[in-house]
């Protein structure tokens, strides 16, 4: 199995999870989701990914994180 595919597993596996965790932060980066979750930097990124075309996250602003838009 190659890295990326595993990422992409463990990327479908942790977002639902990841959507729940973000919506209680204002302002989120990927690391977050690293240390939360004890994922990789590319799971991690995918994820976020994701939670921006789902305009949960806004995009990155350089040294803010990316600004949380929907809240619980």
Same mark, same amino acid.
């Given at each position: 199995?190659?890295?990326?595919? *595993?990422?992409?597993? @463990? $990327?479908?596996?942790?977002?639902? =999870? ?19 979750? *004890?994922?990789?930097? @590319? $799971?991690?990124?995918?994820?976020? =990914? ?23």
């Amino acid at each position: 199995m190659s890295w990326a595919r *595993l990422s992409d597993e @463990v $990327a479908s596996e942790h977002y639902e =999870e990841a959507k729940q965790f973000v919506v209680t932060l204002k302002v989120v980066n990927v690391t977050d989701l690293q240390r939360k979750f *004890l994922i990789g930097y @590319v $799971a991690a990124a995918k994820i976020m =990914e994701r939670l921006e075309e789902a305009c949960i996250v806004g995009r990155y602003v350089h040294g803010e994180g990316r600004k949380v838009l929907m809240n619980i």
